[in-house]
């Protein structure tokens, strides 16, 4: 591997850099210095001319918004980077890595553009950064035989599903929904989707990785050791270092699957259903997985009244004789009938719960987007231990019908789910929660105005929902960021106190756990953003010495 030859060089070639090279180069910009540091540390046999990217290339922009899902985290207000690369060998990400250190230029990393924040690209606060831009490192290599797959980490989650269909019919792999999720985030973040409540999730399911620390090197599971490799199965992007590729172990999909979506509006009860499935979700078959798109739609029986509609939308690993038997014990009141279930193969179901139309065929998933087109929005996070009563039901309802596109997803936990224990890696929310939901309102427009009515409008259902979730601490999803929870300085003097409050919302205990292993393998500070996990060295002294006492 490069890495080895290329550290046992390194003191020699920050020797040079930090003399002779640097000082000649000392009144060029940042991106003139960058390019000069990253060609000295790679192989010259791989052009990567072509892979930098500074605001006056007409393809700047492109490139930018390219991946980026959230147009709030693209508007001119937001800082933009100095300058994109776009690297296309791990040896270019070690040297990213070593020259945006020697520069003392923050990084910014992104693989599938998906964050809710946009801190893959952008920040909350001004100051200078690099993007790095993973969506060149994309090889996928699925071995049935080793009933394993290795894929970097710019390779869509699509992709990877597509990947192993084409290998085999009965293999699968349990992560997210849709489509476009670039693995590197999304997998280090946790990774649910349909088969978590038969196989957990997707960081459940990985077996090795490899990842550029913050001193440049390239580690696997082997040499990073099992409390690195513990913390960046869950613990969220962005703050041990570069993933470059995960293994992912594969898990066994039956030849035929069925899926189903069934709506209920209010006027049919949909309210006194809900609280039903509230009660049951948890405890049905684990072949099943049921989600509850709700939103708020355009009544059909009264013309100019809006309604809330509760979708049923679910994945059953097996034929559609047995799920109406399980559906007839465990859930007869949602009344599904042979004619809503639809048997299909794996990877056809990839498709239909992204909710894409059948028309669509699998090869789509090689074209890396979403079919859906890209809007401005803010979401939010909860988890459920306890049915929500049906006046709380309502109160949402309320609140539904008065803001323009919101939407909330409701995804059952339980099977798998329940049974591995908080502890086992970074994503805490296991047993006893019921199920976990997702708020999210989108609008169309980038205006200060419309965005300040929207964010607000979430805030306050957030709010008023609190007495109705988890509690000590209300927990959260690390992948649905949400720096409403706080947010850090960018100094590097990172409150660590501070972190501790939205470090337990996403990690409960946890959180010490992950800033024991930071203050191990990124002392520095290195790969820090908003959310960062702080190091210990971020507590003053006397703090410090609270903590250890
Ligand atoms: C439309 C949509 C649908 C979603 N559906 C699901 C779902 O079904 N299940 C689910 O679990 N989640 C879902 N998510 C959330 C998703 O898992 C997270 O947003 C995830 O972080 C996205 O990963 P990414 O690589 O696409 O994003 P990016 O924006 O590229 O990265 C996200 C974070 O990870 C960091 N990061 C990226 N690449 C690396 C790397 N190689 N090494 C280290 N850090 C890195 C970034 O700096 C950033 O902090 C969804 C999000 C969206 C927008
Ligand atoms: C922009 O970048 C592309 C790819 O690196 C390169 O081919 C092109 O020459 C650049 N254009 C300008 C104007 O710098
Ligand atoms: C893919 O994986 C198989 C099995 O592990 C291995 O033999 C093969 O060399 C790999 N192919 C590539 C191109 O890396
Ligand atoms: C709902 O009705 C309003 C007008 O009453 C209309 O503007 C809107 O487009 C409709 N929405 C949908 C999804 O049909
Ligand atoms: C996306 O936007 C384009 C242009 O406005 C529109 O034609 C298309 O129907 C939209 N696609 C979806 C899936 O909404």
Avoid at 272 to 278: G, S, T
Avoid at 305 to 320: N, P
Avoid at 334 to 341: A, F, R, S
Avoid at 429 to 452: E, P, V, Y
């Amino acid at each position: 591997m490069p890495s080895s030859i290329s550290l046992m060089f390194l003191p020699l070639l920050l020797f040079l850099l930090s003399s002779a090279s640097w000082a000649a180069a000392s009144d060029h910009s940042i991106e003139d210095k960058f390019y000069q540091c990253v060609n000295l540390h790679t192989d010259l046999s791989i052009p990567f001319h072509s892979a930098f990217f500074t605001p006056e290339n007409a393809s700047f922009t492109s490139v930018l918004q390219s991946t980026a899902m959230n147009l709030r985290c693209l508007g001119p207000s937001r800082p933009k980077p100095e300058l994109i690369f776009t690297p296309l060998t791990e040896s270019q990400v070690q040297a990213a890595v070593i020259c945006a250190k020697e520069l003392n230029i923050q990084l910014r990393v992104r693989s599938g553009g998906h964050d809710y924040e946009g801190i893959s690209y952008t920040s909350a606060t001004p100051f200078p950064f690099i993007m790095i831009d993973l969506a060149k490192l994309r090889f996928i290599n699925v071995s049935i035989e080793e009933n394993s797959a290795w894929a970097q980490v710019g390779a869509t989650i699509g992709e990877v599903y597509y990947r192993i269909s084409q290998k085999s019919r009965i293999h699968g792999f349990p992560a997210g929904l849709c489509t476009s999720l670039g693995i590197g985030g999304h997998i280090t973040g946790g990774a649910y989707g349909p088969m978590m409540r038969k196989y957990g999730l997707g960081a459940d399911n990985v077996v090795d990785a490899r990842i550029v620390d913050a001193t440049g090197r390239i580690l696997d599971r082997a040499s990073m050791g099992e409390d690195f490799f513990w913390a960046i199965r869950g613990g969220g992007g962005g703050s041990f270092g570069i993933l470059l590729a995960w293994k992912l172990s594969l898990v066994p999909v039956p030849l035929t699957v069925t899926v189903f979506t069934v709506p209920w509006t209010l006027e049919q009860g949909a309210t006194k259903l809900l609280y039903r499935w509230q009660q049951v979700a948890d405890t049905l078959d684990e072949d099943l997985f049921i989600r509850v798109l709700i939103s708020a739609v355009n009544s059909t029986d009264q013309k100019g009244k809006r309604t809330i509609q509760t979708a049923y939308q679910a994945l059953f690993l097996g034929r559609a004789n047995r799920l109406l038997k399980v559906m007839k014990k465990g859930f007869p009141e949602l009344g599904l009938t042979q004619k809503d279930c639809v048997e299909m193969s794996w990877i056809e179901s990839v498709l239909y719960i992204a909710g894409y139309p059948r028309t669509l065929k699998p090869e789509f998933l090689l074209q890396r987007k979403s079919f859906f087109n890209k809007t401005y929005f803010k979401a939010k996070s909860d988890f459920v231990k306890e049915p929500i009563p049906k006046f709380a039901l309502e109160g949402i309802w309320k609140r539904f019908l008065q803001e323009d596109s919101p939407f909330t997803i409701w995804n059952a936990y339980g099977g798998m789910m329940g049974k591995i224990p908080e502890s086992e890696i970074p994503f805490p929310h296991r047993k006893g929660r019921k199920f976990m939901i997702q708020w999210l309102t989108a609008w169309q427009s980038g205006d200060k105005k419309t965005t300040d009515k929207h964010i607000d409008w979430i805030r306050k259902l957030y709010d008023s929902v609190a007495p109705y979730v988890s509690k000590f601490p209300r927990e959260a999803y690390v992948n649905y960021r949400d720096l409403d929870l706080g947010v850090d300085k960018l100094s590097g003097n990172v409150n660590y106190l501070k972190a501790c409050f939205w470090g337990s919302n996403y990690f409960k205990d946890n959180f010490k756990r992950l800033v024991q292993v930071k203050t191990k393998v990124d002392p520095d500070n290195f790969f820090r953003h908003e959310q960062s996990i702080p190091t210990l060295h971020s507590l003053s002294e006397e703090d410090e010495k609270k903590m250890i006492n």
